[in-house]
Each structure stands twice: as C-alpha cells, then as structure tokens.
C-alpha cells in the first residue's frame, strides 16, 4: 500500500507539470496569434480606402493610401474588375475617369457625369507578395424626384478624331415623364442631330431619350464644345446639360518668325519655325533653296541661328513640321542689311530738318524784331509831332495844321523878353 502511495505522488507532479506545460504553450499560441493578427492590422503595405456617396450626374472622388511602399504599383479596379488605373497609366478608354494624383503611396483618380450604372464595389490593390486590396463602395442615388430627366450622358469621345473624319456622338436621358426632349450645341450654336428616340423604363412609368449627332470634323472644330442639353417642363432653371470638348488631329500649320524685319551685317540674328498642329509638331527640318545652309548658321530644333549675318547668307530658307499626323512647310527670304548704309540717309534727313527749323526759326525772330523797332519809331514821331501842334494852336484844326507843317513856323512865334 505505502508502494502504491508512493508510485500515485509521483505521478501526480508528473500530470501536473505536463498541465502548465500545455498551458503555455496555449498562452505562447494565442500570444502569437494577437501578434499576428496585430502586424496584420498594421500592415504598412495594406492599402486603405473609403466608401462613397454621390448623386447621378455628380463627380466621385476615389482615394487609396498605403503608409510604405516597395515600388510597387497601386491600382484601381471597377465593379466589373476592370483596372481603370495602374499607378499613371490609364488603363480603360472613358475619359469620365481621370487621374488627380499617382505617387508610390497614393493614388486619386475621378469619376465625372456618374450613372446608376456606376453603383457598386471598387478595388484598390498592390502588387507586393502577397497582393493586398482594399474595396470601396460607391453608392449612387438616384434622381429624387420621379418624372424629372437626369443629367444627359454624351458617348463617342473616347479617341480624338482625325480631320475630315466623321465621329457619331450619342445623347442619352433617362427618368423622364413625359419623355424630355434633347438638343446639341456647338459652343453656343444649336446644331441638328437625329429625332429623338424614345423608350419606356420596364420598371418604371418613366422614359429615357436618346439622340445622336454626327459629325465631320475639320481643325476648327478643335478644342470645340459639344453640348447636349434636356428640355422638360420639370426643370425650372433652364435646361440640364453635358459639355465635352472634341479633339481634332490635323497636320501642322507653319510660319517662320524672324528675330527683327532689318536683320544687319555682322549681328547675332535667327529664325524661328512656329507649327500650329494636334498634335505640336516635334520635328524640324530647315533647308536653303539656293544651295546649302552657311557654315556658321546653325540648326537648333525649331530655331536657326546665325552667329555673325553676312551677305552671302542672303537666300530664300524653307522650314518644315511634322506633327506624326502631316506636315507643314514654309519659305522665308533673309535680306542682310549693309549697316553703313542703313544708317547715312537717317543721318543725312535729320541733319536737314534740324537746319531747316534752325534757320526758320532765325528768320522769324528776326523778323519780329524788325516789325518791332519799326511799330516803335512810327509811334514816337505821331505823338510828338501831334503834341507840338497843340501847344501853340488855340483850337483842335489849327494843332493838326501845325502838325502837318512841321517846324517851319516855330521862329516866327518866339517872344522875346527885356
């Protein structure tokens, strides 16, 4: 019995040091699991994202961070999964979706003219080991008030059309009741599309219209604003409307722009090639009809310079552009000026000016002073001849007689006293 007693107390610390080994180990395990689960939530790589409310027709902001980065590149996905951008690289063809900012730990991109069809759930990912993502849900809010159109929505704008070709372009509203009618503008001007097209929604006693317009492009239309407008009872303030600029590829137009229209002997002097193009014109190719280019005139891109003009550099200089789409030439005729002989006859002229003034102005003071002295004399005599007859006449005719006569009788009327 006291053998058996024995064999049970050593088994017992036996049982009981297996026990707090087992429980340590389990303490190591969920000790190692919350690290873990801790290193996870701060992953400096996870990228974070938030979730997005906007009304159809609004501008949503995307927006996704990550703390570090390895060089990896941070991408968005779509609801379709579709990548819309790869760090600065756009990947689908919508030019509503556009970049705002793309640097190694965040990346901004925009999505404008929002539909319902937009609603849904967005992925942010990094390509590490492993790949992390993040997703963001869009939720987008129908029109509130039934029978009143949306915003239009213009489609065919995806590429930039070349001159003289044609692009359809398509107008689409829907929501309204009864259905809205839809008008296109070129900047300010209406032009003609096709009639409307009317549909009723299956789910709902509402219509959507569409529209289309087509157009044969030439390089005015460039840069031009096609606008596609909703006319409805419903909308108070005018009319809703869509505005998105076309692109027109057309070769280059060139001119050459001379550093000064006198360009003079032995001065520092050059021609500029200026290409007007979708896109500018890169490359320029600068010729001399005459022969070849002078030896001291050097070609810098779009610029000819010429280090010292000289007389033999006079010719007819042709430029040419190529915008990858055409090109464009022109010619211009360089006259060097002889300097020497552009300065004599400015000289000469404004020497003879300056001596026909002088000499007008010498004459005329001259004359004055003349007419002066003159006017000064006769007014002296006058009075002192009319003075002299007053005195001695007892009336007013006998001083003018007196006057007249001078001095002659100023001895006869002497008196003489003793």
Not at 82 to 87: A, E, N, P, S
Not at 188 to 202: C, F, L, Y
Not at 206 to 228: G, K, W
Not at 320 to 344: C, E, K, Y
Request: glycine share 8%; aromatic share 6%; hydrophobic share 35%.
């Amino acid at each position: 019995m006291s053998g058996m007693r024995a064999r049970q107390s050593m088994t017992f610390p036996a049982l009981q040091r297996a026990a707090l080994r087992a429980l340590a180990a389990l303490t190591m395990l969920l000790a190692t699991s919350v690290r873990s689960n801790f290193v996870f939530d701060d992953d400096p790589f996870q990228p974070v994202t938030q979730d997005e409310t906007v009304a159809v027709g609004g501008v949503v902001t995307l927006t996704c961070n990550v703390k570090e980065n390895d060089n990896s590149s941070l991408q968005w996905s779509n609801t379709a999964q579709q990548t819309l951008y790869f760090g600065e690289k756009r990947a689908l063809r919508d030019n509503r979706i556009q970049l705002v900012k793309s640097t190694g730990t965040e990346l901004i991109i925009t999505i404008s003219d929002v539909q319902l069809s937009d609603d849904g759930e967005y992925t942010c990912s990094i390509f590490t080991m492993p790949v992390r993502t993040a997703r963001a849900t869009v939720t987008v809010l129908a029109p509130a008030a039934p029978g009143v159109p949306g915003k239009p929505v213009i489609t065919g704008f995806e590429d930039a059309i070349q001159e003289g070709g044609k692009v359809t372009l398509t107008c689409t509203s829907s929501g309204s009741k009864p259905p809205a009618k839809l008008h296109w503008y070129r900047d300010q001007e209406e032009i003609q599309g096709r009639p409307d097209v009317v549909e009723s929604n299956p789910d709902e006693p509402t219509y959507t219209v569409t529209s289309e317009l087509t157009l044969t492009v030439t390089r005015n239309d460039n840069n031009a604003l096609i606008a596609c407008a909703v006319d409805h009872p419903s909308i108070a303030n005018g009319d809703k409307r869509t505005e998105r600029p076309i692109s027109v590829l057309f070769s280059p137009s060139v001119s050459i722009q001379p550093e000064s229209d006198l360009p003079r002997e032995g001065e520092k002097f050059f021609l500029q090639c200026v290409g007007n193009g979708n896109p500018e014109p890169t490359a320029f190719v600068w010729r001399r009809k005459d022969g070849e280019l002078p030896p001291m005139a050097k070609v810098d891109d779009a610029f000819l310079h010429f280090e010292s003009l000289n007389k033999s550099d006079n010719g007819i200089y042709e430029c040419q552009a190529d915008n990858g789409i055409g090109m464009g030439d022109v010619t211009h005729t360089l006259l060097v000026q002889d300097p020497t002989v552009m300065s004599t006859p400015l000289g000469v002229d404004h020497a003879v000016i300056g001596g026909v003034v002088a000499v007008i102005v010498f004459i005329m003071l001259c004359l004055l002073i003349v007419l002066g002295r003159y006017l000064i004399r006769h007014k002296g005599t006058y009075l002192t001849h009319e003075a002299k007859g007053s005195d001695d006449a007892p009336d007013a005719d006998t001083a003018i007689i007196n006057a007249e006569g001078g001095h002659s009788g100023m001895d006869d009327k002497k008196e003489y006293f003793i």
